[in-house]
């Protein structure tokens, strides 16, 4: 399976956030191989509580450099629409990213879930629109006017 667009990470990560359509306090890794095929996503904590920081590790020790190259998190719960101090998850995931790249992997969503919404510091909608140097996922549009990558 082609992961297309940041909606497709929100569809993957809420089938484990929450299952029954009630939130609940896990964080987990999506992992996608080079070519944007859906590789992995595991549950790094069952015990979420709004902080990254204590699980940068375990997110990164999650990423299998043989098979991974781009991947997102997800978790319970969203940030201010005007982050302040109280609040450092965003920085925490700007670490992270920075981190990972250090490692060869590219962090392309961070997203906070919600019953009823998500929100995402990385592309919402499909990856080609963005221009962000992924592979093209749009291939298989032939006949659509958006079958062509930029």
Known sequence: MIIQAGFDLELLARLLI???GIVQPKLVVIELDADMQFADIQVVSHQ???RLEPHVEAIL???DPNGTRYFAIAHAG???ECPDADSPILEEAHELRTR???RGFLMIG???LEETEYMSNGPHYYFDRYHLGLPCTMDHWVH???G???
């Open 100 to 102: 990972a790249h250090q």
């Open 144 to 146: 659509s006017r958006h």
């Open 78 to 80: 969203v940030w201010p």
């Open 148 to 150: 062509q990558c930029e």
């Open 61 to 63: 020790d999650q990423l």
């Open 18 to 20: 929450a299952p029954t």
């Open 110 to 112: 961070h997203l906070g």
């Open 48 to 50: 979420f509580d709004g």
